[in-house]
């Protein structure tokens, strides 16, 4: 079993993840021990820097009692020789018991997959697929919220080029949660994303106004606007201001609307909101690591 | 005979209803170039009892194989291959295009790994056939623009 694109998940199938995570939190938090993968080896490829996901990936093998080997950047691999990923991933598949790729290239991972004997989880390609990170974000969700369905969440950002943010809007369309999307207007959710989620049988609302959309929010999505998508740095100063989230964008929200990000961020969330009640964007962070042992347990055979 | 514009053929193929304006397109795909050896005619934008207007392609001494066949589906759905032996038509049938797509296209992606030298075939699942609509199964890519990709 691969974990390549959340489309290839049911929802009843993502909720079983995520039981499964919820049992996962004592050992993640170091509280319980667990020999759950002794003797497993995971083989983690990251052909681009990742400091969040290839970390919450090795803890969650370690924390499991397995381990983990392979690179966090191809220089100085056979990988800057010029190895095919197909030749990289069918070595790798000999040494371990189960590969995680981040790879620049889109359908890197579902191309391992079919290389590789052994499960192939996707830790981001390219401009393609994030599927652990969704499965993180709604277990937060679920977590802060007790449900996922029925919230209304609101996502900022940039719209147009953010990998995470598509697939999340997906999931949660699929969850049959209310969408709000706000973002500058060169920076909205493309119209093709937008036409996949009203097959859906949702209609989510786009817009520019973060000040409006917030005062309806359950949960505030929050991603990183990149300067370089701005040509004018002034234009880019105006936009960065117009969404960012402080205390005075809080005061008329509902007290218990929870904001995430899936980091790092740069500014858009000013420090001070870090010890407010509705950060959850550390917590977050962490459950990757429960999200994670529960997907390695599973592809491993380890749990149901 | 009258309506023939050019000489019968006593061998070959007729590409008939061709979708007007691709003949070009499907002289590419069946590798008919200046070395050409056999005797090709094209006839561009012929009026057509079926549907307005259609191309031609007649190709002498050739018949075509399945990729082939394949590839003229994708861009001419319609298209009519007729073989010709001593001077009638012997078979008849309308292309079809196939439920997967391997190895006749490529991906409109350029970020997509099978455009990077991988040992993998480009392959595609059919969404919708009219207007033809394919999705590569690396990538996800959706891609209509299907002329432009075909190898
Ligand atoms: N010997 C031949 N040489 C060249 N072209 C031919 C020859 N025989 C038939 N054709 C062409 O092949 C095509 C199909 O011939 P056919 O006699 O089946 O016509 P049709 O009844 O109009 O067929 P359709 O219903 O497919 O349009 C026509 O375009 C015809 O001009
Ligand atoms: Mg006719
Ligand atoms: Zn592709």
Redesign the pocket.
């Known amino acids: 079993m691969d974990i390549v694109s959340i489309r290839d998940f049911s929802r009843a199938q993502i909720e079983h993840v995520l039981d499964v995570a919820e049992r996962m939190l004592p050992v993640a938090k170091g509280d319980e021990k667990s020999k759950l993968l002794d003797g497993k080896v995971l083989g983690s490829l990251f052909y681009e820097p990742s400091t969040r996901t290839r970390l919450s990936f090795e803890a969650a093998m370690a924390r499991l009692g397995g381990k983990s080997l392979g690179f966090d950047e191809p220089k100085g691999s056979s990988v800057a020789k010029g190895e095919t990923l197909a030749d990289t991933i069918r070595m790798v598949d000999a040494y371990c018991d189960a590969i995680v790729l981040r790879h620049p290239q889109e359908g890197a991972a579902r191309l391992a997959g079919h290389f590789a004997a052994k499960p192939v989880l996707n830790a981001g390609d390219g401009a393609g697929q994030h599927p652990t990170q969704t499965m993180l974000d709604l277990f937060t969700i679920r977590k802060s919220k007790g449900k996922i369905d029925g919230n209304h969440v609101v996502i900022v950002g940039d719209l147009k080029y953010g990998r995470t943010v598509h697939s999340l809007s997906e999931a949660l369309a699929m969850f049959g949660a209310q969408l709000t999307f706000v973002a500058p207007p060169t920076l909205q959710m493309p119209k093709e994303h937008l036409k996949h989620i009203q097959s859906m049988g949702i209609k989510p609302k786009s817009g520019t106004d973060l000040t409006e959309a917030v005062k309806d929010a359950d949960v505030l999505y929050v991603t990183r606007i990149q300067k370089e998508r701005f040509p004018d740095p002034a234009e880019y100063q105006k936009v960065a201001g117009a969404f960012k989230i402080d205390p005075a964008l809080l005061k008329d929200a509902k007290k218990d609307m929870i904001i995430m990000h899936p980091l790092p961020r740069v500014n858009e969330i000013s420090p001070e909101v870090d010890k407010t009640p509705n950060a959850k964007y550390f917590e977050q962070a962490f459950n990757g690591v429960p999200v994670r042992m529960a997907l390695l347990a599973m592809v491993l055979g380890a749990v149901e | 005979m009258k309506?023939?514009k050019?000489t019968?053929?006593?061998n070959g193929t007729?590409i008939?209803?061709i979708q007007v304006g691709t003949a070009l397109k499907v002289l590419r795909i069946i590798g008919v170039k200046e070395d050409v050896s056999s005797t090709v005619s094209v006839l561009m934008h012929v009026p057509s009892?079926?549907a307005g207007w259609k191309d031609?392609v007649?190709i002498e001494d050739r018949e075509l194989d399945p990729k082939e066949l394949d590839k003229i589906a994708l861009i001419s759905p319609d298209a009519?291959i007729?073989i010709?032996r001593d001077?009638?038509?012997a078979e008849?049938f309308v292309v079809e295009v196939p439920q997967k797509i391997v190895g006749i296209m490529k991906c409109a992606n350029p970020g997509c790994i099978t455009n990077k030298n991988e040992p993998v075939e480009p392959e595609f699942v059919v969404e919708s056939k009219k207007p033809i609509t394919l999705r590569c199964i690396y990538c996800d890519r959706i891609t209509t623009d299907i002329s432009e990709n075909v190898i």
């Open positions: 309506e023939f050019v019968p053929i006593r007729v008939d209803h009892k079926k031609i007649k009519t007729n010709i001077f009638n038509v008849k």
